[in-house]
């Protein structure tokens, strides 16, 4: 990769992230630590976050409504400063929200095009930030005071001196009394109280960032780090790796952090917790406070937090919102960097980063992967490297990338596996083939005084049976072999089986009656669920026969199967399969175990299907009109199972119900993806669609996604599923999909295997 020559300086701002320096994203360092950044909708809207009581909207995250829009951050220690995207003015705020006085009144309508932040002072370089030039210019500085009343500011003459008056820097970083500056022809220059020594260094540097008392830079030569400074020299805080290279730097403390030029993962050194560094997706901009650390991940620009201080509290939650993953800036992208493209992001509505069409986002190209991925492709004008997961590597190219075996070896065992499975293909086939002519013939010439096999009801009515058959009740299995045979057990069985409807033995109660898990004789594990007074007093005997004809008439790999039933003694008693891993609701609010990403789309997608089934493949087709999240049964294999369609009646606007079912359904996609109940009335508004659809359809479906779960590497399926369930729970009927639509898009949802 080419080295960037110093033309890319304004190309590079937006990889620069710490205490005293620029970014998309920037902490506050104190107290009252809080992060910002610039988020990715286009309007460059400025997202604040923290332990604290930032001025938002909600309690953890919100696009601020005092703060105007912004080209770049700097955070300080206790206060937060920006370059306005339409002025490129100076602006300042604290944890209370925006405060004018915090930029002295002479220095509020200079443009600037570069800002750095301290610990209770802030610099800024002169200049349009969106000119086209990266010629340098001298800079300003004022200190930021905290008073009684709150925070201001002053001009001093503390930060300036004949020595650095007539000087043009192209970038600067800021610490505790200091700053330290990038030269435009080379070098580096500090001033202020707490002054660093000059680092004797000629070489020109694509970053800087400061801690309190250090600074670190990235040298254009080579991308290695110089450091210079610290309370501790020479006790490994400020000796950075050696032989690497970066593309941005963030500091804390007692530790660095940067992204590493060739696969964006993170590095730190310091005093540091390594362990809890994200080691599967790589970063584009990150920014540091004393304990915690957030970026701006690649692959979806999805925010992501980790603990750095393993003695803090990790108390900072990061908001689920798409954001800028560098600075805009005019011009070309130069060599080893990448235009970032919008559509990326499978945002219709959005085509753009930045606020002005001129602009772009430049950011560093990578050449390599994290652990378990291989480049795939290379970094284009317009698009970084690809990385694929390992399990999809096909050829020589990504052997040694994924530790696989040699390219002839590989294709020797393929060989030899071609080979078996023609072998093993054809005997199978001839195999299939005569059990084809054996069944055919059984089938149109039955042997001679052998009747053929009838079921005239799944319900117990007389009908023929095997002459040869024992006259004992069939087995009953996970789903009847047979279509329409259901067992018909005796009341004495199904009272031993659950311990005589024992309280203890209870899966659950509804509208029905109570539903109780049985152990019969011989072992197996099933469901019943027992009417209640008020269903048998409102269900006479040949209702209750029409639906068992309609529950046996089901069979399907995502449907609650019915294995028998009883009606002794004015009980009406249903037996189904056992779902051992209760219902989604359990998983989902219930404090069960919680379910990972890739296990929820599976959920969703199957439990689809079986509505899917329920509407187009029974005849006639049955409506739901029940469908919630308790309705959708686990089996032992994580299964989704839907429940509790049977005894609803058949009759009215199945049309119509049918797409009420798929209204329903919406709601369990976004508790799915929100893990949120569908009504809660802890929550405003307490109402599941009141509070995400507007949020979904302003293009903020990301600030939907349950926190409480990890991540995906790639979101954007997420995103997919969020515009879905909007779809699903329109107002107008008539614009919602149809089952087997949302079984379909599901389904190839699963397929292209997006949630990894």
Known sequence: MKILPLLSFLFLLPFTHALGSMGPISAVFGPTDFFCAIDASGKQEVICWGNNNINTTSSSTSTSPELPPMAALSGGYGFMCGILSNTSCASCWNSTGFISDLVPQEYQSISYKYISSGKDHVCAIRGSYYSDTDSGSVVDCWEIVETATGFGSKQTGVYYSQEIGSVSFVKIASGDGFSCGSVKDGGIKCWGPNSLPDPNVSDRFLDLASGKNSVCGILESSGEIKCWGGPDSGSGFVDPPIGKSFVALAIGDQHFCGIRRDDHGIECWGKVNSSSIPKDSGFLSIASSDSIMCGIREDDLVLDCWLVNASSPFDIDPPLQLCSPGLCSPGSCGPGKFAFNASLLHEPDLTSLCVRKDLSICSPCGFNCSSGFFPSS?????????????????????????????????????????????????????????????????????????????????????????????????????????????????????????????????????????????????????????????????????????????????????????????????????????????????????????????????IAMQAAKGLEFLHTEIIPPIAHRDVKSSNILLDADWGARISDFGLLRNDGDVILDMRDDVYNFGIVLLEILSGRKANDQDCTPSSIVEWAVPLIRQGKAAAVIDRFVGLPRVVVPLLKLADMAEVAVRENPCERPSMGEVAMFLEQLVKEGLIL
């Not at 596996?417 to 005569?434: A, Q, Y």
């Open 378 to 602: 290379g970094c284009t004008e317009n698009a970084d490297r690809v990385c694929t997961d390992c399990s999809l590597c096909q050829n020589s190219s990504c052997y040694q990338v994924c530790n696989l075996k040699s390219h002839q070896h590989q294709d020797r065992r393929l060989h030899q596996l071609r080979r078996l499975i023609i072998i093993t293909g054809s005997s199978v086939l001839g195999f299939l083939l005569f059990l084809f002519v054996l069944c055919v013939s059984l089938r149109f010439y039955p042997m001679k005084g052998k009747p053929k096999k009838h079921f005239s009801s799944c319900i117990g009515k007389p009908g023929e049976k095997e002459t040869d058959a024992p006259d004992v009740i069939p087995s009953a299995v996970s789903v009847a072999p047979c279509p329409g045979l259901a067992q018909v057990f005796r009341l004495s069985e199904l009272k031993d089986a659950t311990n005589g409807f024992k309280e203890f033995n209870e899966l659950g109660r509804g509208s029905y009656g109570f539903v109780y898990k049985a152990v019969l004789a011989d072992g197996r594990q099933v469901a019943v669920k027992r009417a209640n007074a008020a269903t048998i007093i409102h269900t006479n005997s040949r209702e209750f026969e029409m639906e068992l004809e309609i529950l046996c008439s089901v069979r399907h790999g995502n449907v609650v199967n019915l294995l028998g039933y009883c009606a002794e003694m004015g009980e009406r008693l249903l037996v189904y399969e056992l779902m051992p891993h209760g219902t989604l609701h359990d998983h989902l609010h219930g404090g069960f175990s919680p379910l990972n990403w890739p296990l929820r789309l599976r």
